[in-house]
Nanobody
Framework: QVRLVESGGGSVQSGGSLRLSCAAS???????MGWFRQAPGKEREGVAA???????NYADSVKGRFTISQDNAKNTVYLQMNSLGPEDTAMYYC???????????????????WGQGTQVTVSS
């Protein structure tokens, strides 16, 4: 059973930074992992994704502000979020699946393992 545990959420002021972590018990040579977010009343949207080769993919709304990375030794994926604004307020979820896409997807339906989420709140 794959388990994903997110941490690092919190409350920050506009312009601030946060780093989210996702500890994964996914032991596969080929995989992809993503960060998604869901604000109240909105659909869950893909924010950033990374595959086992280290290729990344970002939503246009976060390009240049967010960075996804991974530490294979720790089985952990990170999301560094800079220049945060109120529009980034949401519950953030980590997701994963075994397999490979050269460009890791931001489509939530391509993932089958999900964490419990961590709240990010940005005040203006």
């Amino acid at each position: 059973q794959v388990r994903l545990v997110e941490s690092g959420g919190g409350s920050v002021q506009s312009g601030g930074s946060l780093r989210l972590s996702c500890a994964a018990s996914l032991y596969a040579s080929r995989y992809f992992m993503g960060w998604f977010r869901q604000a109240p009343g909105k659909e869950r949207e893909g924010v950033a994704a990374i595959n086992s080769a280290g290729s990344t993919n970002y939503a246009d709304s976060v390009k240049g502000r967010f960075t996804i990375s991974q530490d294979n030794a720790k089985n952990t994926v990170y999301l560094q979020m800079n220049s945060l604004g109120p529009e980034d307020t949401a519950m953030y979820y980590c997701a994963a699946k075994g397999g490979y896409y050269s460009t890791p997807p931001l489509d939530r339906y391509k993932y089958n393992y999900w964490g419990q989420g961590t709240q990010v709140t940005v005040s203006s």
